[in-house]
């Protein structure tokens, strides 16, 4: 039960919160950083291995984290010297993985079940199993489609249905075998050349808690309702601290 937490973002788009702080470390609620929470709910998820992989004020997250004891998971650590973006941080680490493991951001307030996602992409035989989320995006234009200079469409500020990627997904070692070490790779890089390979990552929909603190809005909200989201985000045997 191991899982990767990509941890080394720069996280501009939450500054001036992250000037100081990696994104992972911002308080949420007054109580508790994003990744402390993180790591409370893998643990109990019967996850028993993180590596974080880290790079902006990494030395911050280690000092924080260290070795995971006081979350009940061992932690151990990928620093990266030059930017690896969402997926680049695993080619280095094949030899310290296991066949099938979890790769997550650092990031996300979420009650998905981790383990269950692991478990459905074993069984799945999918080179990457994504967890879902359906948002809503209400567009506040009129918006319409042209052909040969005239309009054929109209619509008045619609509201659109997406199915976004949660940030967290099972990998198959195998899926990732034929990289080299030290080439930066995104997350959409590699599905799109497995669909290009005709080899399609599995779908795992979910329809509960989530939250990705990517944003100042998103940021505010997740303190807004933490109180009352605290019991179903934190395992019942973590105490708040006084």
């Known amino acids: 039960m191991h899982v990767v937490i990509m941890a080394g973002g720069l996280g501009t788009r939450l500054r001036p919160y992250t000037t100081a702080l990696p994104k992972p470390l911002v308080p949420i609620g007054d109580s508790?950083?994003?990744?402390?929470?993180?790591?409370h709910q893998l643990a109990a998820r019967g996850f028993t291995h993180a590596t974080l992989a880290i790079n902006h004020?990494?030395?911050?997250i280690r000092a924080f984290v260290g070795d995971g004891a006081r979350f009940g998971i061992r932690v151990d650590y990928t620093e990266e010297r030059v930017p690896l973006s969402t997926v680049g941080p695993?080619?280095?680490?094949?030899?310290r993985l296991p066949e099938h493991f979890l790769v997550m951001?650092?990031?996300?307030?979420?009650?998905l079940d981790y383990a269950d996602l692991l478990r459905a992409h074993m069984a799945s035989g999918a080179?990457?199993?994504?967890?879902?989320?359906?948002?809503?995006?209400?567009?506040d234009f009129g918006v319409l489609s042209a052909?040969?200079?005239?309009?054929?469409?109209?619509?008045?500020?619609?509201?659109?249905d997406y199915q976004v990627s949660m940030g967290v997904y099972g990998l198959s070692a195998k899926t990732i075998a034929s990289y080299p070490v030290g080439q930066p790779f995104g997350f959409d890089q590699l599905m799109?050349?497995?669909?290009?390979?005709?080899d399609h990552p599995a779908d795992y929909p979910f329809e509960g808690h989530w939250l990705d603190i990517g944003r100042p809005e998103d940021y505010d909200e997740a303190n807004r309702t933490f109180q009352d989201l605290r019991p179903l985000l934190l395992p019942p045997s973590v105490v708040a601290p006084a």
């Open 32 to 39: 508790y950083a994003i990744l402390e929470i993180v790591l």
């Open 90 to 95: 695993l080619f280095g680490l094949r030899d």
């Open 57 to 60: 004020l990494g030395s911050l």
């Open 147 to 160: 052909a040969d200079g005239r309009i054929v469409d109209f619509a008045e500020k619609p509201t659109l």
């Open 192 to 198: 799109l050349d497995l669909i290009r390979q005709g």
């Open 127 to 139: 080179p990457v199993t994504v967890a879902t989320f359906r948002r809503t995006v209400k567009i």
């Open 105 to 111: 951001n650092g990031d996300i307030l979420t009650d």
